[in-house]
């Protein structure tokens, strides 16, 4: 027998986990035994492994093999999350290079450019985790595209608007002119940006007096509707009742009194762009004021601006701010530091933009998912983030569940009609013609004469039944899996989807299983580099997980991972 001279753990870990695949060491079934589960928090089908998932599941397997030498029953179930936006993304890109536009294909044949995606890249993050040794189930392995959790997705939509929980509606959204589509509250991320205040001078009509604004998005005058300002404010106290022209297009728009308006910025006069700001939005539902929306999808300006026409809504904004000096309507300009939201996915400067999409109603819904946390049912670890999880929950907005995408789950709402609520929900096109015929009372309908949505339901839609799913429990609500492993034990993941994820799940739970998903939440530290920075691709300090393994084994990243990192 030849010992080498050196320890070779490549060919070791290899052996060592083939001989557990084979012999189904992995493997767990219901049986008499006391269950411990945990669902992996499905990484995007776009994924490749990098070292937040080698802390997180380096955790997650340290749990699970804890809980098989215990002598419970242990599963650890496996998949991958389909990723709306970045895989549509990614898809969109690989046609670019080949040539072809997204435009010029039908929804069918770009699905199967996406499915033939998805087919060869979408396992590589899973046999990565292989290599890290993760001792998951891989027979479990889901797929939030898999047909029982599409079908599962469409229930509960159906469930939930059937409930008075969905419904459809014009809103201000956040809207991401780079993908094309709405995208929630929590896929922002606000950055500190340094940008300019340009203060305005707006005629008042009929007089030579002038009300100074002063506002960040100078091109955003041309969808002005109104000017506000506080109605204790004696410095405007003349001009109530008034109306001003809005400079460079010359609108007539009324002076209102609120006392929504800070008195202490800028000037204490406020323009209001009612279709691109959220608050102004408000504002203009209060006064009824009219609502111009100057931009295209694209975040190009469109015909209601009058000016500037087809220009990108940055560029745009340099062009106008000559425009206005030249005008005489320019006072001056500042430096200034302001908050701005990025798209989570794109990273795109986001637009307000009111649009037609479907919501779920969440307050009542969020209700016993605050309560079972706040009482401990659900335990936070750390538990500082109960604080946090709880500012979320009771401030919590309805969420716009529509995505206006191919690559995800279809809206199933079936349109018969040209009027807005000339719909039906169904789970099916057969179900969707009954009830359609019986709401219309048009019995010659044909299943020809009805249309699907277009639009997709946001991934987090599919994700947030990820521990009933898995177990096809929304289908088969009484099966053996779901019945044994349900509710699973611990979870493991970030805190900054602790809304976006945790938190929705747990709404579910409660829903669809009257019960919680797990019973605590492990939300890790950060992985940092020397200068305490997050590691990311982004800044390049990010070290590659599988040259780690090469040079220092699973093993020994593992541990690495463990002793470096914080709990």
């Given amino acids: 027998m030849n010992i080498p001279s050196k320890y070779d753990p490549s060919s070791v870990e290899d052996k060592w986990y083939s001989y557990w695949m084979e012999h189904g060491f992995f493997r767990s079934t219901p049986d008499q035994r006391e269950p411990y589960c945990i669902v992996i928090p499905p990484p995007n089908v776009t994924g490749v492994l990098h070292m937040g998932h080698m802390l997180n599941n380096t955790l997650q397997d340290v749990l ?7 002598g419970k029953n242990a599963l650890w179930v496996p998949g991958t999350d389909h990723a709306s936006i970045a895989t549509e993304a990614r898809v969109v890109n690989k046609l670019a290079e080949e040539g072809i536009k997204k435009t010029d294909l039908s929804r069918e044949e770009f699905l199967e450019h996406a499915w033939e995606w998805t087919h060869t890249h979408g396992g590589i993050i899973l046999e990565q985790l292989k290599k890290l040794g993760a001792s998951c189930d891989w027979d479990r392995t889901c797929f939030t595209m898999d047909e029982a959790l599409s079908e599962s997705v469409i229930k509960v939509f159906v469930d939930l608007f059937k409930k008075g929980l969905i419904y459809r509606g014009v809103r201000m959204v956040n809207w991401d002119p780079q993908a094309l589509t709405a995208v929630s509250d929590e896929e922002v991320n606000h950055k500190e940006v340094a940008s300019k205040l340009y203060y305005l001078n707006y005629l008042v009509e009929g007089e030579e007096e002038f009300i100074t604004i002063a506002t960040t998005r100078p091109e955003t005058i041309l969808g002005d509707t109104a000017v506000c300002v506080h109605p204790e404010d004696e410095r405007f106290s003349k001009f109530h009742g008034k109306k001003v022209l809005v400079p460079l297009v010359n609108r007539s728009v009324p002076i209102i009194v609120d006392e929504y ?3 202490e910025f800028g000037t204490g006069a406020l323009k209001i762009t009612p279709a691109h700001d959220i608050n102004d939005y408000e504002l203009g539902l209060k006064h009824n004021l009219e609502s111009i929306d100057i931009f295209n999808d694209n975040g190009t300006l469109n015909e209601a601006a009058q000016i500037l026409v087809g220009e990108d809504r940055f560029i745009a904004r340099k062009l106008i701010v000559p425009m206005l000096e030249e005008a005489g309507n320019l006072v001056k300009t500042e430096d200034y530091m302001n908050k ?4 989570e996915r794109t990273d795109a400067v986001i637009e307000p933009k009111l649009s037609l999409q479907w919501f779920l109603k969440m307050k009542k819904l969020g209700e016993p998912a605050l309560e079972h946390v706040m009482n401990d049912d659900v335990q936070l670890q750390p538990a500082k983030f109960k604080n946090t999880y709880r500012h979320w929950m009771e401030n919590v907005k309805d969420w716009c569940i529509s995505r206006q995408l191919w690559w995800g789950h279809r809206i199933p709402a079936y349109f018969y009609g040209e009027g807005p609520m000339d719909y039906v929900v169904a789970e099916s096109k057969e179900e969707a013609l009954e009830l359609a015929r019986e709401k219309t009372g048009n019995t010659s309908l044909q299943a020809t004469d009805l249309r699907q949505d277009e639009d997709v339901l946001d991934t987090w839609f599919s994700s947030w039944l990820w521990p009933i799913s898995v177990f096809d429990g929304i289908r088969h609500p ?6 044994y492993y349900y509710p699973t034990n611990d979870l493991v993941t970030a805190p900054e989807i602790l ?5 929705r799940m747990i709404i579910a739970g409660y829903e669809y299983r009257n019960e919680k998903p797990f019973s605590s939440v492990y939300l890790t530290g950060i992985v940092r580099d020397h200068k305490r920075r997050k590691m990311s691709k982004s800044l390049g300090n990010s070290p590659d997980p ?3 393994m090469k040079k220092y084994s699973a093993d020994g990243v593992r541990v690495g991972m463990l002793f470096c990192s914080p709990a």
Avoid: H
């Avoid at 009484?478 to 019945?483: T, V």
């Fill in 340 to 343: 701005v939201g990025f798209s």
């Fill in 478 to 483: 009484d099966n053996e899996d779901i019945n």
């Fill in 546 to 548: 599988i040259e780690l």
């Fill in 261 to 263: 308006v800070d008195r």
């Fill in 64 to 70: 699970i093999r804890r809980a098989r030498m215990q």
């Fill in 499 to 503: 809304f976006f994820w945790v938190a």
